[in-house]
C-alpha cells in the first residue's frame, strides 16, 4: 500500500493514513448562536475517515466573524455543539482539529455585533466584496487596532484554544492563511503600523507568533498546527517581499516545534505555481511535519508523500462530495464532483446527502 495511506503519526495524534480534510467553510451553524449542530456533526462524522479532520474555520470572538453562520468557538453553547461533533468523530476512530480564525477586515459591520467596523491593521479597506446575510456588497474601511488592544486579542486565541480542548478537539490550528487577520499583520500591503507590531518583518510577525505560543502554552505545541498561504493573493494579500517574510515566519514556527505546517501551494483554489515564490525553499526551512494543499489530486498526493515532498495531503473540495474519499483514493475509484451552489449556507442538500460508494 502506498505510503499515503498508511498510518501517521502527527505530533502527540496516531491518525490512520496521510489523506487530511482540509478545513471548509460551509455556513450551516445555528443562525442564532453560532453554534454548531447535530446536523453539522452527522457531515463530520461521515467524513471521519479521514486521517485527520480539520474542521471548517471558527471565530474566535464575535469581532473575529466575516461571513454569515460560520461556527464560533467562544460561547458554552458553541463548545456543547463542537462537543456533537467531536464525539461522532471519535465513536469511530477519527481525529479532528479545530481551525481558530479571526477575519480582521475581511467582515461587514452587518456581521460585527452592534454593526461596528471590523478591526484590521490598519485602517485600509480590502479590494473585493463582503459575503453578508443580504449578498455580496462592498467592504468598508476597517478600524484599525489600537496597540492595547493586541494582548486581548491573543487572549482571546488562548481561550478559544482551552474551549476547543473542552470541545474535545485533539488539536487546534491556527489559520494563518488566506487574508484573514493573521496573514493581514504579516503582509505590508495591509499592515501600515508604527508599532511592535509593524514595519520590519520581526515586528510583522509578532502577532502569529504570540498567538502561537500563548496557544502552545495552552495545549501543548504538540497538537498546535500552523495554517499559511504564502502565494496567495486572496482576500486583497500584497508584500514586497514574501520569500523574505515567510522564510522568516517558519524558521520561527520550526524552533517552536509545533505539530505541522499546513501549506496553501500557489493561489488559494487557483494555480499552484507563482512566479517568485519557491514553496519548496520555504518548506525547508520547517523542520516538523508538513501537510501540502492546494488542488492535489490521487497521484500527485501519493508521488508526493512517496518522495518525502510531503508528509500528509489535505484534500479541500473532493472532502465534500466524496465523505469516504480515503476508500476511493485507495481503490482509485472515480470521484464525484461537488456542487459549487451549495457550498456555503442552506441544510443538508449538498451537505449531507452525498453518498458513499458502499451507499
Ligand atoms: C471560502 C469562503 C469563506 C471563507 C478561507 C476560511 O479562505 C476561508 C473561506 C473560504 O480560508
Known amino acids: 500500500m502506498e505510503k499515503l495511506f498508511q498510518p501517521a503519526k502527527l505530533g502527540s495524534t496516531q491518525l490512520s493514513s496521510r489523506v487530511v480534510m482540509a478545513p471548509l467553510t460551509r455556513s450551516r451553524a445555528n443562525h442564532e448562536s453560532d453554534a ?3 446536523m453539522n456533526a452527522r ?3 461521515q467524513r471521519a475517515s479521514a486521517g485527520l479532520i ?3 474555520a471558527s471565530q474566535i470572538s464575535p469581532q473575529g466573524k466575516g461571513y454569515p453562520w460560520t461556527p464560533g468557538i467562544y460561547s458554552e453553547e458553541q463548545v456543547a455543539g463542537w462537543k456533537l461533533v467531536t464525539d461522532a468523530i471519535h465513536e469511530q476512530g477519527g481525529k479532528i482539529f479545530i481551525q481558530l480564525w479571526h477575519v480582521g477586515r475581511i467582515s461587514h459591520p452587518s456581521l460585527q455585533k452592534g454593526g461596528i467596523l471590523p478591526v484590521a491593521p490598519s485602517a485600509l479597506k480590502p479590494a473585493g466584496l463582503a459575503f453578508t446575510e443580504s449578498g455580496m456588497v462592498e467592504f468598508e474601511t476597517p478600524r484599525a487596532l489600537d496597540t492595547s488592544e493586541i494582548p486581548g486579542i491573543v487572549e482571546d486565541y488562548r481561550k478559544a484554544a482551552e474551549n476547543a480542548m473542552r ?3 485533539d488539536g487546534v490550528e491556527i489559520h494563518g492563511a488566506n ?4 496573514d493581514q499583520f504579516m503582509r505590508d500591503g495591509s499592515n501600515k503600523r508604527t508599532d511592535d507590531y509593524g514595519g520590519s518583518i520581526e515586528n510583522r510577525s509578532r502577532l502569529l507568533l504570540e498567538v502561537v505560543d500563548a496557544i502552545c502554552a495552552e495545549i501543548g505545541a504538540d497538537k498546535v498546527g500552523v495554517r499559511l498561504s504564502p502565494a496567495s493573493s486572496v482576500n486583497d494579500m ?5 520569500m523574505a517574510l515567510f522564510s522568516h515566519v517558519i524558521e520561527a514556527l520550526s524552533k517552536r516545534r509545533i505539530a ?3 501549506m496553501v501551494e500557489g493561489v488559494t483554489r487557483g494555480p499552484r505555481e507563482v512566479e517568485g515564490i519557491d514553496i519548496e525553499k520555504l518548506r525547508s526551512r520547517f523542520e516538523g511535519a508538513y501537510i501540502a494543499n492546494n488542488c492535489y489530486d490521487r497521484d500527485l498526493a501519493i508521488s508526493a508523500v512517496e518522495s518525502g515532498r510531503a508528509d500528509f495531503v489535505a484534500f479541500g473540495r473532493p472532502f465534500i462530495s466524496n465523505p469516504d474519499l480515503v476508500e476511493r483514493l485507495k481503490r482509485n ?3 464525484a464532483v461537488p456542487d459549487q451552489s451549495t457550498f456555503y449556507g442552506g441544510g443538508e442538500a449538498g451537505y449531507t446527502d452525498y453518498p458513499a460508494l458502499e451507499d
Request: charged share 20%.
Open 179 to 182: 487574508g484573514y487577520l493573521l
Open 238 to 242: 500584497k508584500d514586497s517581499d514574501p
Open 36 to 38: 454548531p449542530t447535530e
Open 260 to 262: 505541522y505546517l499546513h
Open 54 to 56: 480539520i474542521s471548517e
Open 43 to 45: 457531515y463530520y462524522a
Open 167 to 169: 470541545a474535545g478537539f
Open 333 to 335: 475509484a472515480a470521484l
